[in-house]
């Protein structure tokens, strides 16, 4: 599905010029440099109603083992996933150490979180973090391995791509290779809602990327705190050294009939973003002097600082005019083809920390009702082992963090872990089918964030095809909100 968007006179004039010659490949670059069409975003009145709020989204690059993150517990259950994992379980013996129960029971059924995750375990058993069990990327409902085999449902681009399965994350649009990022959406509805507009509402700690990325939304890229003579403002991100997303930009024209035509977008549209950048670093470098630091001791981690820095910029939400803020960072090197039960066990602990270290931070300004923060990782990985480690899937399990969160709560529908005639094993490696779309995650989070209802099809193109209280027609009868937040 795609959205129709209102085209400015600028927008209008720059595609008739060119109507002649191709004008979908001129507009294509064009709203990829952001810089030509708007989209049409709805009015919003800044005042006492308008509560601060920040999504915070962590990408786990790789791909992580999440089932090696939640584990099932009850008997029967446990034991179908020491079955299948075989030399990648995790011993429930408590001696080990291995596991880490959860204060949780549904129906019996119960779970635990990996031994390096004491954070993690406090954060669920007192209320401020629950898992959303098996979510991945969907076009459609596909109900069980029949449907998705019969060529009857449409099916993600390059499933088990790294690639494709970390854009379509950050994008929700499986279909389609171009398109915008859910952040980048969500400001092109809200942008109006900051009374600064050198600031982008859009803060990344990894530079240039898809998830932020809007029709007319730039994310603004920072570093983090280390260098403390150097606040760590990043005035002109990755891309200024004519890499990432300038070399990407190039990389479209190279070949172009419109080659002329594109350098003179490209030069000014670089021009106006370098005015842009410097205004902002005058900003924040005045916001930040400003602002009183925090007492809450982080790790010395890339992740941690990076939050750190997250947490700094936050707690200078009024002095940068923020109502509503998106962050974004990376912790990489999850892709474990071999040696995952090693690997996670120093990656995971380090997760747990810096998730637990960004709560107390937020508990010390007192914002943890108005900060929400959630993971998300290219796919999960096959429950069978391939001698040392595990390969590319498909449904994951997430987290999701925040004082509005329902905590302590599983949240989606945890898959049985057998291989042979489960309805939702793909192969006999044990590549498990979603149950829960990215579109319903994410819909939950951007109506949380302030976006309405009405608004939600041009966030999430193919939400309508699973639920939505904004949708025209009855969603299937097995889709039905998560239920991730608190009653507003």
């Known amino acids: 599905m795609k959205h129709r968007h209102k085209i400015s006179r600028r927008s209008f004039l720059g595609q008739a010029s060119c109507a002649a010659i191709g004008s979908t490949t001129f507009l294509s670059t064009a709203l990829n440099l952001g810089m030509i069409n708007t989209a049409a975003a709805r009015p919003h009145i800044i005042g006492a109603n308008s509560n601060y709020k920040a999504l915070v989204c962590i990408l786990l690059a790789g791909g992580c083992d999440t089932f090696n993150v939640l584990v099932p517990t009850e008997t029967s259950e446990y034991n179908d996933y020491a079955a299948t994992r075989t030399s990648l379980a995790l011993s429930n013996d408590p001696n080990t150490g291995e596991l880490l129960d959860l204060n949780y029971n549904n129906n019996g059924r119960t779970f635990a979180v990996h031994g390096g995750m004491s954070r993690v375990r406090d954060l669920f058993n007192n209320g401020d973090l629950s ?23 449409q099916i993600p681009l390059g499933l088990y791509s790294h690639n494709d399965q970390i854009m379509q994350w ?26 600064i507009p050198q600031i982008s509402m859009n803060i990344s700690l990894d530079g240039k990327n898809r998830f932020q990325a809007g029709q007319n939304t730039l994310e603004y890229a920072i570093e983090d705190d280390t260098n403390a003579s150097n606040i760590g403002i990043e005035g002109l991100p990755g ?13 479209q024209t190279i070949d172009s009939m419109m080659e002329d ?48 820095m997250m947490a700094n910029v936050i707690n200078i939400h009024q002095q940068l005019g923020a109502n509503r803020q998106i962050f974004f960072t990376t912790f990489g090197g999850w892709d474990h083809h071999n040696n995952v039960i090693g690997s996670q066990a120093v990656m995971l602990p380090v997760l747990s920390d810096a998730l637990g270290e960004f709560n107390d931070a937020l508990a010390e300004m ?28 498909y449904g994951a399990n997430q987290m999701i963090m925040g004082g509005a969160v329902q905590g302590g709560n599983v949240f989606g529908d945890y898959p049985a872990l057998y291989l042979d005639n489960n309805p939702l094993n793909l192969s006999n490696r044990g590549r498990i089918l979603p149950t829960t779309a990215v579109d319903e995650f994410y819909a939950e989070l951007a109506l949380w964030f302030g976006v309405s209802p009405n608004d939600l099809n ?3 193109p193919n939400l309508c095809n699973f639920y939505s209280p904004g949708c025209p027609s009855i969603p299937p009868a097995n889709y039905a909100p998560i239920g991730m937040f608190d009653p507003m």
């Open 170 to 195: 950050q994008t929700s649009v499986p279909q389609d290779r171009t398109a915008f990022g859910v952040g980048g959406r969500i400001a092109d509805i809200l942008n109006d809602m900051n009374a």
């Open 239 to 251: 891309w200024y050294s004519n890499s990432g997303f300038l070399n990407q930009t190039r990389d």
């Open 458 to 460: 041009y966030i999430l």
């Open 366 to 393: 007192g914002l943890q009702d108005q900060v929400t923060t959630f993971t998300i990782s290219d796919f999960a990985r096959t429950l069978t082992s391939n001698g040392n480690g595990s390969d590319h899937a």
């Open 261 to 308: 035509v594109y350098s003179n977008i490209f030069h000014q549209t670089y021009s106006t973003l370098t005015r842009q950048s410097k205004a902002s670093i005058e900003v924040f470098s005045t916001a930040l002097s400003q602002g009183t630091p925090l007492s809450t001791v982080f790790s010395d981690t890339r992740l941690s600082r990076d939050l750190r």
């Open 131 to 153: 898992f959303i069990a098996n979510v991945g990327t969907l076009i459609e409902p596909i109900a069980d391995r029949n449907e998705f085999t019969s060529g009857l449902k």
